[in-house]
Nanobody, 119 residues
């Protein structure tokens, strides 16, 4: 399963960005897709994850500012980020929990897209 992410960039504090990520490959089902982020010197942390059953998890730090959505027909996940803060600066990684056409369960990662928020 390959993940292609896009939408990062430089934005001023208070601004907005929208990330997107599309999964491709030998996919039978996608059980969930979401976003993690990693700032320099920090571990990779969950930002938001959308499960196929409809359940969504957000990090406390982004609740009310970020919104995750999925287009299942396109195997795509979006992250709308509003009211961005300098502490949101990080490399954002797309993640997918998928089952391949051969029945294998895989966790896949995208290449990462940099989000920089200036104060």
């Amino acid at each position: 399963v390959q993940l292609q992410a896009s939408g990062g960039g430089l934005v001023q504090a208070g601004g907005s960005l929208r990330l997107s990520c599309t999964a491709s490959g030998s996919i039978r089902t996608i059980n969930g897709m979401g976003w993690y982020r990693q700032a320099p010197g920090n571990q990779r942390d969950l930002v938001a994850f959308a499960h196929s059953g409809g359940n969504i998890n957000y990090a406390d730090s982004v609740k009310g500012r970020f919104t995750i959505s999925r287009d299942s027909a396109k195997n795509t996940v979006y992250l709308q980020m509003n009211d961005l803060k300098p502490e949101d600066t990080a490399v954002y990684y797309c993640n997918a929990d998928a089952t391949t056409i051969w029945g294998l369960a895989l966790q896949s990662w995208g290449q990462g897209t940099l989000v920089t928020v200036s104060s």
